[in-house]
């Protein structure tokens, strides 16, 4: 009798109270029953979860990848709780694989994007949901190509999918490229124009995907551009870098011969777009230390540094308030990394999405003192221990634990 009686909360109030709950709770409460098993299934909640995780975001998370002496390789993912009224916390997901070589990788939407490279240029593309440990291996573009050299996962919004965007090099010829797209939600590729490369050709560097699902990069343009200039009034200098550990000789000419843009992927128009960069830097001559993008709070953001040869001294963070217009470019934050004594190496790693003073760097010295550090403001929190030949390749972003399926 009582059980005819039993009131059942409203859907509306049960999605409210579950999207509120971490991955692995809403993975046990699927086997509760039908309803939520749909409830928790369906695209809208999986979009609402997101978001809501997105927006109370206090986690950072570090890629590692690491290969034993068997050549065994795997990836791992640690994230660390950054929240500061809590303890810090971290905690390791691995993802196995089977091959030899190494591996790059980018973030979007509660997914990761790994590139691992087997025999030769071949490759192999692997979607990662680390909250829920599925992986799904893409199938590779027809007419396949082992020149891609460049990729990022996005997501566009007007059908609700992710995307993943390869730049391959070699159609025809060297100095051309062609861009594919594949569709996760159709398991499709689609090919589209042609390119030229400008001058002797140009880089890809670190891509980050914005909240707006556009993957970005950092483009390295080499010195046959009309734009390229140089900023330093001495002629030649010679340059000794110590790292700690070893001394390697640099010229200055190699500092002069490119300069960086901004540049993204359009899913409306499906072409690589520009985006300005403040006057001050728009076409900069560059040295050895490039700069970085960063996406903090869904802004678009860029480390940009002073140097004399190969030494940087002042470092700074834009970030573009409105994005696409040049005159909201705003300086973040700026400061010299020996008089503060940071000690950090080049640009900090990522910044939290909550807290733009929370932001995780790599610490500078001998290889038994370098690090990866969390730092609120200059004072630091806690650190993370990577291997020395992995120190400077280690990626990170602010991680957002997802129910997306691969």
Not at 308 to 313: C, F, L, N, S, T
Request: glycine share 4%; net charge negative.
């Amino acid at each position: 009798m009582a059980a005819k009686n039993t009131q059942y909360l409203p859907e509306e109030i049960c999605m409210d109270i579950l999207e509120r709950l971490p991955v692995k709770s809403l993975y046990r409460f699927k086997a509760v029953c039908k309803p939520w098993k749909s409830l928790v299934s369906s695209p809208s909640f999986i979009d609402r979860q997101y978001d809501r995780s997105a927006a109370n975001c206090s986690k950072l998370a570090v890629v590692e990848e690491r290969c034993s002496k068997s050549k065994k390789c795997s990836i791992l993912l640690h994230t660390l709780n950054s929240n500061p009224k809590s303890p810090v916390e971290t905690t390791t997901t691995e993802l196995p694989t089977n091959q030899d070589n190494y591996y790059w990788s980018c973030w979007c939407r509660g997914l990761l994007l790994v590139k691992v490279i087997s025999i030769g240029s071949a490759y192999d593309l692997l979607l990662w949901n680390p909250s829920t440990n599925e992986c799904k291996e893409v199938p590779k573009p027809v007419p396949y190509s082992s020149m891609v050299g460049e990729f990022a996962i996005g997501y566009d919004f007007t059908i609700r999918s992710h995307k993943i965007v390869t730049i391959c090099r070699g159609v025809p010829s060297c100095f051309n490229y062609q861009i594919a797209v594949y569709t996760c939600k159709i398991n499709s590729w689609t090919f589209y124009q042609s390119g030229d490369f400008l001058g002797i050709g140009m880089a890809f560097i670190n891509p980050i995907t914005l909240n707006n699902g556009a993957p970005h990069w950092l483009v390295k343009h080499y010195n046959d551009d009309e734009h390229w200039r140089v900023n330093d009034d001495d002629d030649n200098v010679n340059v000794n870098v110590n790292d700690g550990d070893d001394d390697i000789n640099y010229d200055s000419d190699d500092f002069k011969s490119f300069y960086y843009t901004i540049e993204y992927f359009d899913f409306t128009t499906n072409e690589l777009m520009v985006v300005p960069q403040p006057d001050e830097y728009a076409y900069r001559a560059y040295g050895l230390v490039h700069p970085d993008l960063y996406d903090m709070e869904g802004l678009l953001c860029i480390g940009y540094y002073t140097e004399r040869g190969a030494i940087v001294k002042d470092v700074e963070i834009w970030v573009m308030i409105e994005y696409g217009v040049k005159e909201s470019w705003s300086r973040l934050m700026k400061f010299d990394v020996f008089i503060d004594n940071l000690n950090i190496y080049r640009f900090p790693l990522c910044f939290t999405k909550n807290d733009v003073k929370v932001s995780l760097v790599r610490v500078w010295g001998r290889k038994s003192q370098r690090c990866l550090a969390l730092y609120n403001g200059k004072e630091r929190r806690a650190e993370l221990r990577i291997p020395n030949q992995l120190w400077k390749d280690v990626r990170a972003f602010a991680f957002v634990e997802s129910l997306i399926s691969v």
